[in-house]
C-alpha cells in the first residue's frame, strides 16, 4: 500500500528554523489528510497541523503563526516549516495519513527535531 518516510529533523538552535518533508508512495499518496504530529518524552503524541488535498488546514495554538504546513501533490509530499523554535518544540515529529479528518491509518518513522543552545 505505500509508506510514508520522513526526513529534515535535526538539532537546532532556539529561535532556529527547520523543514520537514513526508514523501507518500502508493495509495497512501491520494489519502484525503496528512498530518504533522509530534511526542516529546514523557507526553502524550499530538496533532501539530494536518492539510487536506483541497489544502485546508488546521494548527494546534502552539504552532500557530511559527509553523506553516504544505501540500505538493504533484509531489506527494507534505511539509512543514517551524519558524522561530523553542526548547519546548523538541519531539519526535511523525508524519500521517488518512482517509478522513480525525482518522490516521498510515504513520511514518518519525524524524527527532531538538532545540536547545
Known amino acids: 500500500q505505500g509508506q510514508l518516510v520522513e526526513s529534515g529533523g535535526g538539532l537546532v538552535h532556539p529561535g532556529g528554523s527547520l523543514r520537514l518533508s513526508c514523501a507518500a508512495s502508493g495509495s497512501i499518496a491520494s489519502l484525503y489528510v496528512m498530518g504533522w504530529h509530534r511526542q516529546a518524552p514523557g507526553k502524550l503524541r499530538e496533532l501539530v497541523a494536518r492539510?487536506?488535498?483541497?489544502?485546508?488546514?488546521l494548527y494546534t495554538d502552539s504552532a500557530k503563526g511559527r509553523f506553516t504546513i504544505s501540500r505538493d501533490n504533484a509531489k506527494n509530499t507534505v511539509y512543514l516549516q517551524m519558524n522561530s523554535l523553542k526548547p519546548e518544540d523538541t519531539a519526535v515529529y511523525y508524519c500521517?495519513?488518512?482517509?478522513?479528518?480525525?482518522?490516521?491509518?498510515?504513520w511514518g518513522q518519525g524524524t527527532q527535531v531538538t532545540v536547545s543552545s
Open positions: 500521517a495519513a488518512g482517509p478522513m479528518l480525525g482518522k490516521y491509518d498510515y
Open positions: 492539510i487536506t488535498t483541497r489544502g485546508s488546514t
